[in-house]
């Protein structure tokens, strides 16, 4: 007789469905965790594209395709802003104007007599831009963007009346339209940046709370491993926005005496943000384990669940228009029902989280806003000509040091104008039509070390060629120049608000904003082969600059994976080591805590780049991705020791002590006798009865082995 038939098709196809449902959320989770929206910054993108759309606008009515230079004007003139101080912001706008103008001017004259000027022209451009970063980011970025200009302008001859005939007089007028846009009509608030960066925070956090609550069955290994791998990124991110907002509290300008109070709020806030990641990280150990039982681990996902809208409701009222004058009681009510949520923890849970109230005028110290205005007042210098030779001097002696060392930048800077330069042979050999496009990207594609040019490289060349398909269908039916200039709107929108989210999307849609904008006013036949040429010269440029990172004084990161392990090592198993001792200094048990989940997430980022670099072969690459998979494991097995103390164990204690000695020898000396020490300590282990600190004793031996395995080989 034929077997019975165990599942129906109507079974099958549920089970289908579920796991259907399952893949779409977890590659929903994955695009939320690499393309963090909530840096989406809709305020910059409406700017540049107002500021782009006006000069197409402008040019179409007055029947002047040269507009089109004004608004590409206005676009980079946005992109170069600083976001800082008002005289900042017009340091870098109005500086971009003036010298991306007068370098174009310089490198359209020089090119004009022959290849080989054009060439030198733009080495030097190009060199001087790289070189240019040790003046900071913001210097960098707006000499590299001037640089692009100049090779743009290298290929049109210039032209400086009368004005309706000068490309290089309306682009400068674009350049000022858009600074002017910036610094009246639609000014930036002083603490719009510092609002947003601790919004951020709190939408980094009510983010890992959702990651921690996420998944069906909680008892599933796979699932288990996926949600603790998006919660570390998370975390990571977290941190890295928590960073953020506290170096952007520290650049507002504190002379705005009247925006005392939000200065103060946004400080506790920021203060508290950092306790309920401390918070978090511990809850999201005890969900993503299994030590916790069902009704256990159901419990805490619903409570990170309303722990998570609550953050999202917080991240709101800090970075809407009513941030600006925030209800203190407002404020303590939503902390107030945290504390609530972590009450109905378990017992023990509930007892070791309880959140802190510590606003700020409870600290050892003054009122911070006070220390900042005095320390500010204390580092004034008198103005006068004589103040401002003894800066330029200071710069200028800066940049000899740096070129007498021949340090990392004087080499970028060298190799930006090999590699600008090699762009600009190459499409001259070829006579690639508007080959400036391909010189633009490389310049802008090159980056201090192989691993950053690599990613962005890639990033660049892939959304080039998706841009520019996009570019192709929308030059297939739309060839009106108006309704050109209309369409630039919501691409240059999408371009600017998707720039600190994600490269790879800027990109993309950064290619069809400048090919519709070329295009504006341009032969409607010829639209279709145009967007092709320059979508096709992005991913040269893009090309050329990756292979210019590895050939001209190719620069790796200079960091000792050896080295970043064991600190990794040390500070898991002293953390491990405070959870064991039991109920303690919960201050100390966090600060534990997190300097070792920063170390894991450090280890993780740079053993992902020496990958990208090709330094490690197959060996060493699988070591250290189990070493830095079992130290997550080690963290969580802490926490939970930590929640849940168990009996006294000196014996336990001692060994771990042992053992960071043995982990601290090898990693110093690396010698047969220093293996063999940590060999004896691995055999003479502990043997526990509770589940958590067995799972931790086996999971140091492993971390051990994988580390040094030949402290597994034994002498007979």
Same mark, same amino acid.
């Given at each position: 007789?034929?077997?019975?038939?165990?599942?129906?098709?109507?079974?099958?196809?549920?089970?289908?469905?579920?796991?259907?449902?399952?893949?779409?959320?977890?590659?929903?989770?994955?695009?939320?965790?690499?393309?963090?929206?909530?840096?989406?910054?809709?305020?910059?993108?409406?700017?540049?594209?107002?500021?782009?759309?006006?000069?197409?606008?402008?040019?179409?009515?007055?029947?002047?395709?040269?507009?089109?230079?004004?608004?590409?004007?206005?676009?980079?003139?946005?992109?170069?802003?600083?976001?800082? $101080?008002?005289?900042?912001?017009?340091?870098?706008?109005?500086?971009?104007?003036?010298?991306?103008?007068?370098?174009?001017?310089?490198?359209?004259?020089?090119?004009?007599?022959?290849?080989?000027?054009? /060439?030198?022209?733009?080495?030097?451009?190009?060199?001087?831009?790289?070189?240019?970063?040790?003046?900071?980011?913001?210097?960098?970025?707006?000499?590299?963007?001037?640089?692009?200009?100049?090779?743009?302008?290298?290929?049109?001859?210039?032209?400086?009346?009368?004005?309706?005939?000068?490309?290089?007089?309306? *682009?400068?007028?674009?350049?000022?339209?858009?600074?002017?846009?910036?610094?009246?009509?639609?000014?930036?608030?002083?603490?719009?940046?510092?609002?947003?960066?601790?919004?951020?925070?709190?939408?980094?956090?009510?983010?890992?709370?959702?990651?921690?609550?996420?998944?069906?069955?909680?008892?599933?290994?796979?699932?288990?491993?996926?949600?603790?791998?998006?919660?570390?990124?998370?975390?990571?991110?977290?941190?890295?926005?928590?960073?953020?907002?506290?170096?952007?509290?520290?650049?507002?300008?504190?002379?705005?005496?009247?925006?005392?109070?939000?200065?103060?709020?946004?400080?506790?806030?920021?203060? #508290?943000?950092?306790?309920?990641?401390?918070?978090?990280?511990?809850?999201?150990?005890?969900?993503? $384990?299994?030590?916790?039982?069902?009704?256990? #681990?159901?419990?805490?996902?619903?409570?990170?669940?309303?722990?998570?809208?609550?953050?999202?409701?917080?991240?709101?009222?800090?970075?809407?228009?009513?941030?600006?004058?925030?209800?203190?009681?407002?404020?303590? #009510?939503?902390?107030?029902?945290?504390?609530?949520?972590?009450?109905?923890?378990?017992?023990?849970?509930?007892?070791?989280?309880?959140?802190?109230?510590?606003?700020?005028?409870?600290?050892?110290?003054?009122?911070?806003?006070?220390?900042?205005?005095?320390?500010?007042?204390?580092?004034?210098?008198?103005?006068?000509?004589?103040?401002?030779?003894?800066?330029?001097?200071?710069?200028?002696?800066?940049?000899?040091?740096?070129?007498?060392?021949?340090?990392?930048?004087?080499?970028?800077?060298?190799?930006?104008?090999?590699?600008?330069?090699?762009?600009?042979?190459?499409?001259?050999?070829?006579?690639?039509?508007?080959?400036?496009?391909?010189?633009?990207?490389?310049?802008?594609?090159?980056?201090?070390?192989?691993?950053?040019?690599? $990613?962005?490289?890639?990033?660049?060349?892939?959304?080039?060629?998706?841009?520019?398909?996009?570019?192709?269908?929308?030059?297939?039916?739309?060839?009106?120049?108006?309704?050109?200039?209309?369409?630039?709107?919501?691409?240059?929108?999408?371009?600017?608000?998707?720039?600190?989210?994600?490269?790879?999307?800027?990109?993309?849609?950064?290619?069809?904003?400048?090919?519709?904008?070329?295009?504006?006013?341009?032969?409607?036949?010829?639209?279709?082969?145009?967007?092709?040429?320059?979508?096709?010269?992005?991913?040269?440029?893009?090309?050329?600059?990756?292979?210019?990172?590895?050939?001209?004084?190719?620069?790796?990161?200079?960091?000792?994976?050896?080295?970043?392990?064991?600190?990794?090592?040390?500070?898991?198993?002293?953390?491990?080591?405070?959870?064991?001792?039991?109920?303690?200094?919960?201050?100390?048990?966090?600060?534990?805590?997190?300097?070792?989940?920063?170390?894991?997430?450090?280890?993780?980022?740079?053993?992902?780049?020496?990958?990208?670099?090709?330094?490690?072969?197959?060996?060493?690459?699988?070591?250290?991705?189990?070493?830095?998979?079992?130290?997550?494991?080690?963290?969580?097995?802490?926490?939970?020791?930590?929640?849940?103390?168990?009996?006294?164990?000196?014996? /336990?204690?001692?060994?771990?002590?042992?053992?960071?000695?043995?982990?601290?020898?090898?990693?110093?000396?690396?010698?047969?006798?220093?293996?063999?020490?940590?060999?004896?300590?691995?055999?003479?282990?502990?043997?526990?009865?509770?589940?958590?600190?067995?799972?931790?004793?086996?999971?140091?031996?492993?971390?051990?082995?994988?580390? *040094?395995?030949?402290?597994?080989?034994?002498?007979?």
């Amino acid at each position: 007789m034929p077997p019975p038939l165990l599942t129906s098709p109507l079974a099958l196809l549920q089970d289908a469905l579920a796991l259907l449902r399952t893949l779409v959320r977890l590659s929903l989770q994955r695009w939320r965790v690499r393309f963090p929206l909530r840096h989406a910054n809709l305020s910059e993108g409406l700017r540049a594209a107002c500021g782009a759309s006006v000069m197409l606008l402008l040019g179409e009515w007055l029947g002047n395709p040269l507009f089109s230079w004004a608004a590409m004007g206005a676009f980079l003139t946005c992109l170069a802003d600083s976001a800082g $101080s008002n005289r900042a912001r017009l340091l870098s706008m109005g500086g971009f104007a003036v010298i991306s103008t007068l370098g174009g001017v310089l490198a359209a004259s020089v090119a004009g007599k022959s290849v080989e000027a054009g /060439l030198l022209a733009i080495m030097a451009c190009a060199g001087v831009a790289g070189f240019s970063r040790i003046y900071g980011a913001a210097v960098g970025l707006v000499m590299m963007l001037a640089a692009g200009v100049s090779a743009i302008m290298a290929d049109a001859p210039p032209v400086l009346l009368p004005f309706s005939h000068s490309h290089v007089l309306i *682009y400068f007028c674009g350049c000022a339209w858009a600074t002017l846009l910036g610094l009246t009509a639609w000014r930036i608030h002083p603490f719009a940046a510092a609002r947003l960066a601790v919004a951020r925070v709190y939408g980094a956090l009510a983010e890992l709370a959702v990651i921690a609550a996420d998944g069906e069955d909680g008892s599933d290994p796979a699932q288990l491993a996926h949600g603790a791998e998006l919660a570390a990124q998370s975390r990571r991110h977290a941190r890295i926005d928590l960073e953020s907002a506290r170096r952007v509290l520290g650049e507002v300008a504190i002379e705005r005496t009247a925006s005392r109070r939000l200065y103060e709020n946004l400080l506790v806030r920021l203060a #508290r943000a950092g306790e309920l990641l401390d918070c978090l990280t511990v809850l999201a150990d005890l969900r993503l $384990s299994h030590y916790q039982a069902p009704p256990a #681990r159901r419990r805490t996902a619903r409570i990170l669940e309303a722990m998570a809208q609550l953050m999202r409701a917080m991240q709101r009222d800090v970075a809407g228009p009513t941030g600006a004058k925030p209800s203190p009681a407002a404020d303590a #009510r939503v902390m107030m029902r945290l504390r609530q949520l972590v009450a109905r923890l378990p017992a023990v849970t509930s007892h070791r989280l309880q959140l802190a109230q510590a606003p700020l005028a409870e600290s050892a110290v003054a009122d911070p806003v006070d220390l900042k205005r005095a320390a500010r007042g204390g580092g004034a210098q008198p103005g006068g000509v004589r103040t401002w030779l003894a800066r330029l001097w200071s710069l200028a002696r800066r940049a000899l040091l740096h070129a007498e060392a021949g340090s990392d930048e004087w080499q970028h800077g060298w190799r930006c104008a090999a590699a600008a330069g090699a762009t600009y042979v190459l499409v001259h050999l070829l006579e690639l039509p508007f080959g400036y496009w391909a010189t633009m990207a490389t310049m802008l594609v090159m980056q201090p070390t192989i691993a950053d040019s690599w $990613s962005r490289s890639v990033e660049r060349a892939i959304g080039s060629v998706v841009g520019g398909a996009l570019a192709v269908l929308l030059s297939l039916f739309v060839h009106s120049p108006l309704a050109l200039a209309l369409l630039v709107f919501p691409l240059t929108v999408l371009t600017m608000a998707l720039r600190p989210v994600s490269y790879g999307l800027y990109a993309t849609f950064l290619t069809p904003v400048f090919v519709l904008v070329a295009d504006v006013g341009s032969d409607p036949a010829q639209q279709l082969t145009n967007a092709m040429l320059r979508a096709g010269n992005n991913v040269i440029g893009a090309l050329v600059a990756l292979v210019a990172s590895y050939l001209f004084w190719p620069r790796r990161q200079r960091v000792d994976l050896r080295a970043q392990l064991g600190r990794m090592v040390d500070l898991n198993i002293a953390c491990l080591r405070q959870a064991v001792q039991g109920p303690g200094d919960s201050v100390a048990m966090h600060a534990c805590r997190r300097d070792a989940c920063v170390a894991n997430v450090e280890a993780g980022l740079m053993l992902q780049r020496l990958a990208r670099e090709g330094s490690l072969d197959g060996e060493q690459r699988a070591a250290a991705r189990m070493a830095v998979a079992l130290s997550r494991r080690l963290a969580a097995a802490a926490s939970h020791l930590w929640l849940h103390p168990q009996p006294p164990a000196p014996l /336990l204690e001692r060994w771990l002590g042992e053992l960071a000695v043995a982990f601290a020898a090898c990693a110093d000396a690396g010698d047969r006798a220093a293996h063999r020490g940590l060999a004896a300590v691995l055999q003479a282990r502990p043997a526990p009865i509770q589940l958590a600190t067995a799972d931790a004793v086996e999971t140091l031996c492993l971390l051990a082995t994988s580390l *040094y395995p030949q402290a597994a080989i034994r002498d007979e």
